[in-house]
């Protein structure tokens, strides 16, 4: 591929003790969910040039919900652009009415405080929608989403950006149905890219980026150009750029245009 531009990969967990010579050689910008608050202390510690660290609660863990408040949510919020993996699980063991609380409170923050949002939605698409549109926030991106047409152009509607893995690469219809303008990569290593083989690891997105680039008819560094403006509108609707590592916050200023 044929472009200055590191990959971006939107969802791919990582240990928080990783050496961080380990994340530069992985050689892309990889944003780093937590699946507690505990965790994203951690994890926010850290100073890392090109790995972009979230605050999560993720829904199907107990203790996560447990470990949850929305003041120390909105605190480790403070210093990350990033927010993630939270949401709704239906497969969780966590109950709904818990699962619903602690979203609809960690909506609540990201109305006053915007932050590029990874969102959990398996076997709950149609509740995420709900919630949403209930509450609207800016920089809510579905991560592998498998939503039906009309709760996909509800999302759409919402202004909702989507981050895709390998593992859904055979869903052309639905590739096809999200706006290019609004489409991210992700691995959600290890889970989305286990059809990579040897090269899985986070960050390598490229067979996900090949099958998009294939879809629309786009070479695969002009497919890379686009997915990088889709990050910067995303760092402007939710005006997150000081909080990036300055190597990301340099390469979006340099970004060259669309064609």
Not at 133 to 149: E, K, M, R, Y
């Amino acid at each position: 591929m044929t472009t200055d531009l590191p990959p971006i990969d939107l969802h791919a967990h990582v240990e928080t003790g990783i050496a961080a010579a380990d994340l530069t050689a992985l050689k892309a910008v990889v944003f780093a969910p937590t699946r507690t608050l505990d965790a994203a202390r951690t994890a926010l510690a850290r100073t890392d040039s090109w790995t972009v660290w979230g605050v999560g609660v993720h829904p199907g863990l107990v203790k996560a919900h447990k470990g949850f408040s929305q003041e120390q949510f909105t605190h480790l919020c403070d210093r990350t652009p990033y927010v993630s993996e939270i949401g709704l699980g239906g497969k969780s063991r966590v109950t709904p009415s818990t699962q619903q609380a602690t979203f609809t409170s960690i909506l609540e923050v990201l109305q006053r405080s915007p932050r590029i949002t990874s969102i959990h939605s398996c076997a709950a698409t149609e509740a995420v929608v709900r919630h949403l549109t209930n509450q609207p926030i800016h920089g809510a991106v579905l991560h592998w989403w498998l939503g039906s047409d009309e709760e996909t152009d509800r999302a759409i509607d919402l202004g909702c950006y989507f981050s895709v893995n390998p593992a859904m690469a055979r869903r052309t219809d639905l590739l096809r149905r999200l706006p290019l303008d609004r489409v991210l990569p992700e691995t959600d290593h290890p889970f989305g890219d286990r059809s990579c083989g040897p090269t899985r690891r986070p960050g390598n997105v490229v067979d996900i980026e090949q099958a998009l680039s294939t879809l629309h008819g786009l070479s695969p560094a002009r497919l890379r150009r686009q997915t990088w403006h889709n990050l910067s509108e995303l760092v402007r609707l939710t005006r997150t750029r000081m909080l990036l590592p300055r190597p990301v916050r340099v390469s979006l200023t340099a970004l060259p245009p669309t064609d």
